[in-house]
Nanobody, 120 residues
């Protein structure tokens, strides 16, 4: 059974840190582009970070560059998002995503999301 399970969300003060984890099962993350998205109610879903299937290239949205670090552990079959210097505007539900392009039907999976709240 294919599954993505996020963990690590919570409430943190501005300037604090959190580490999100996304554990994958039923497939191998090395075959997929792994992404972190976030969504704030009333706003468009935003791509926060992504890592290629080769694990070489990592993308960050400008607003988190220098503060967030995405990594992956192919042994544990999981990806992490280390979030430092958190700001109130980082408050959102964060989702893990796995994507693999295919000729006819792409493969895409989503986690259930984890809430991150940055507030004093």
């Amino acid at each position: 059974q294919v599954q993505l399970v996020e963990s690590g969300g919570g409430l943190v003060q501005p300037g604090g840190s959190l580490k999100l984890s996304c554990a994958a099962s039923g497939f191998t993350i090395r075959d997929y582009v792994m992404k972190w998205y976030r969504r704030v109610p009333g706003k468009e879903r935003e791509l926060v970070a992504a890592i290629t299937s080769a694990g070489i290239n990592i993308y960050y949205v400008d607003s988190v560059k220098g503060r967030f670090t995405m990594s992956r552990d192919t042994i544990k079959n999981q990806v992490d998002l280390q979030m430092n210097s958190l700001k109130p505007e980082d408050t959102a539900v964060y989702y893990c995503n796995a994507f693999r392009a295919a000729f006819l039907n792409n493969n895409e999976y989503w986690g259930q999301g984890t809430q991150v709240t940055v507030s004093s």
